[in-house]
């Protein structure tokens, strides 16, 4: 299957400050990458899709401000949580879909742990 | 807008017993459903997918699931279960295209599968 690479996979930083998660599509281009969170023993929670070369949309009670995504190129999506704050500690999960054709399935990146002291 | 549940925490299954993690679906026309696998800490991997054709639909590492249109389930099944198969289990699915949402999927709450030796 395609491969989906995050970085970091693990990050901890002070109260206040901001992270940048990159998430990269190795072998397939992704016009579309989708962010989301997970908490403990929770499932997943959709946050935004991200869309090539336009702003993402963001799911209802996710502040856009707080969650940066940039798309910047085919290949390319990146998640910054700007203000950092310990309730912003979370597991992140970024994935995305193969090409423009709708084959169904996402493939994910392995996470990212954000721990915000 | 569609909806998914998993209406069991956790499964318990001794080793070499068939096993079944139960899914139920609710959306709005024909749906595309899924199976995905969560190890600690890692990203979520691809069991199988049902989009349209036979009911029985065959995916990785011996899974299976079957697509009920009139009980609107999708149950995964495993003939004999391994030790391996220990993990954290989701279902999801999304509306087929031409619908608002189509571009979403949406994720259960996840059923924890523990195989006993």
């Known amino acids: 299957g395609a491969v989906v690479s995050q970085h970091p996979s693990r990050v901890i930083c002070k109260s206040g400050t901001s992270v940048k998660i990159e998430c990269r599509s190795l072998?397939?281009?992704?016009?579309?990458m989708f962010w989301y969170r997970q908490f403990p023993k929770q499932s997943l929670m959709l946050m935004a899709t991200?869309?090539?070369?336009?702003?993402?949309?963001?799911e209802q009670g996710v502040e856009k401000d707080k969650f940066l995504i940039n798309h910047a190129s085919l290949t390319l999506s990146t998640l910054t949580v700007t203000s950092a704050h310990p309730e912003d500690s979370s597991f992140y999960i970024c994935?995305?879909?193969?090409?423009?054709?709708?084959?169904?399935?996402?493939?994910f990146g392995e996470g990212s742990r954000l721990t915000v002291l | 807008a569609q909806s998914v549940a998993q209406p069991e925490d956790q499964v318990n299954v001794a080793e070499g017993n068939p096993l079944t993690v139960k899914c139920t679906y609710s959306?709005?026309?024909?749906?595309?459903l899924f199976w995905y696998v969560q190890y600690p800490n890692r990203g979520l991997q691809f069991l199988l997918k049902?989009?349209?054709?036979?009911?029985l639909v065959k995916g990785s590492y011996g899974f299976e699931a079957e697509f009920n249109k009139s009980q609107t389930s999708f149950h995964l099944k495993k003939p004999s279960a391994l030790v391996s198969d220990s993990a954290l289990y989701f279902c999801?699915?999304?509306?087929?295209?031409?619908?608002?949402?189509?571009?979403?999927?949406?994720f259960g709450s996840g059923t924890r599968l523990s195989i006993r030796p």
């Open positions: 994935s995305a879909r193969v090409g423009t054709f709708d084959t169904g399935e996402l493939f």
């Open positions: 072998d397939f281009q992704a016009t579309t």
């Open positions: 991200s869309n090539e070369g336009s702003k993402a949309t963001y």
């Open positions: 959306v709005s026309g024909n749906p595309y």
């Open positions: 049902y989009i349209t054709g036979d009911n």
């Open positions: 999801a699915v999304r509306e087929p295209p031409g619908y608002s949402s189509a571009s979403k999927i949406i």
